[in-house]
């Protein structure tokens, strides 16, 4: 028997990343597992952000500071879910930021440090340039990662049979 306890969902906000995050909710409930968003940010936006937040913080003191890096971790992410599923599904919001080696090797790393069951990611299911951005990242995760990865391609395939193609036998080619 396969047990998912733990799924991650890596995002990048895109259309790819949005179909992931159907399969990671419908997998987390059929496995009551819990679900991991994780955001991996260009290092240098990610600093900007946080360098903005401790000067905050240091009007509000540590805990504040702290706090205020989950709030804006959960303000990107949270909107990905609804209450109602964040809730189901103790939902984790994490934002990263991507060292040297991109994004894939702070995924990876995440995966590792949450001993992390299932990665699902979207990847771009067109055009060369998005195998740079998406693809390039994917393959590198299905690699090293330390778990199975479920890709999803975007536009997605809709698990629907055509009802033609439900009262043809396997293999029967269609007229």
Do not use: W
Request: charged share 25%; proline share 5%; with cysteine.
């Amino acid at each position: 028997m396969i047990a998912l306890k733990r799924i991650l969902v890596p995002t990048d906000f895109s259309e790819a990343s949005a179909s992931a995050l159907k399969y990671g909710v419908a997998l987390a409930r059929a496995f009551s597992a819990k679900l991991h968003l994780l955001h991996v940010e260009p290092r240098h936006d990610l600093e900007i952000m946080v360098e903005r937040e401790l000067v905050v913080g240091k009007y509000l003191g540590e805990m504040g500071a702290v706090q205020g890096r989950q709030n804006a971790a959960r303000e990107l992410l949270g909107k990905a879910l609804t209450e109602q599923e964040e809730t189901d599904l103790q939902a984790e919001f994490v934002l990263r930021a991507s060292g040297m080696g991109g994004p894939y090797v702070e995924i990876v790393r995440y995966a590792r440090e949450r001993e992390i069951d299932l990665i699902i990611m979207g990847a771009h299911g067109h055009g060369f340039a998005a195998h740079l951005m998406m693809g390039g990242v994917a393959e590198k995760i299905v690699r090293k990662a330390p778990c199975p990865v479920l890709i999803v391609r975007s536009p997605e395939h809709e698990f629907v049979m055509p009802e033609e193609a439900e009262r043809r036998p396997i293999g029967e080619p269609s007229s």
